[in-house]
Structures are given as structure tokens and as C-alpha cells.
């Protein structure tokens, strides 16, 4: 069975950085982030691929996140900076074999997700 296993998620204050870690229980083509606020949908942060290293961010962060990998641990890591209140969420790492890009509905295995709260 697949793992995905989420950490790095916490309370900081507005302004500060996190580093989320995904690891995996084998190898995907593309791992990446996703993130889901109250009342909100659930949007695409930023994915990579493990075989090219090419990396996709979407608007929501773009700017203030990057997205790494670490291929003999099958690992993707996820480091946010400046955040802010409206970070708040619920992030969750997703994998798939085949695809890669920052539309959710290309992955197939996701992980139970690490919360991150940004305060004022």
C-alpha cells in the first residue's frame, strides 16, 4: 500500500517559514503540494518532477515557496517563506507515475496532510 507521510507543519507567526517533508514509500514520476484553507477548494502550490527535476508552481505562492526533491528518499520537501494569515491551511502531499503539472486531478495517491497556521 502507498504512503505518503506529511511533516514540518506548525504554528508561525506572519512573516516566518516552514518546511514541509513528504516522504514517500516508493517512487512516484511527480510529487508535489496542494493546500486546502476553510470553506475554500482544495489548489495546487507546487509540484516536481522526480525524473527531469522540472518544477511547476502555481500562482498561489509563487514567489515566497520552493519546491525540492530528494530522489534516493523518494522525499519532496516544501520550503515556504513570508508567510502569511492567508497560508492557513491544510497542506497535502500528492504523488502520481505518470504525470506531473499542478492540476490535483492528475494525482492519484495523496497523504492525511500536516496543517499550517500562520497567525497576525
Known amino acids: 500500500q502507498v504512503q505518503l507521510v506529511e511533516s514540518g507543519g506548525g504554528s508561525v507567526q506572519a512573516g516566518g517559514s516552514l518546511r514541509l517533508s513528504c516522504a514517500a514509500s516508493?517512487?512516484?514520476?511527480?510529487m508535489g503540494w496542494f493546500r486546502q484553507a476553510p470553506g475554500k477548494e482544495r489548489e495546487g502550490v507546487a509540484t516536481?518532477?522526480?525524473?527531469?527535476?522540472?518544477?511547476y508552481y502555481a500562482d498561489s505562492m509563487k514567489g515566497r515557496v520552493t519546491i525540492s526533491r530528494d530522489n534516493a528518499k523518494n522525499t519532496v520537501y516544501l520550503q515556504m517563506n513570508s508567510l502569511k494569515p492567508e497560508d492557513t491551511a491544510m497542506y497535502y502531499c500528492?504523488?502520481?507515475?505518470?504525470?506531473?503539472?499542478?492540476?490535483?486531478?492528475?494525482?492519484?495517491?495523496w497523504g492525511q496532510g500536516t496543517q499550517v497556521t500562520v497567525s497576525s
Open positions: 516508493k517512487y512516484f514520476i511527480c
Open positions: 500528492a504523488a502520481d507515475r505518470f504525470s506531473c503539472g499542478t492540476s490535483e486531478t492528475i494525482f492519484a495517491n
Open positions: 516536481i518532477s522526480f525524473s527531469t527535476g522540472n518544477t
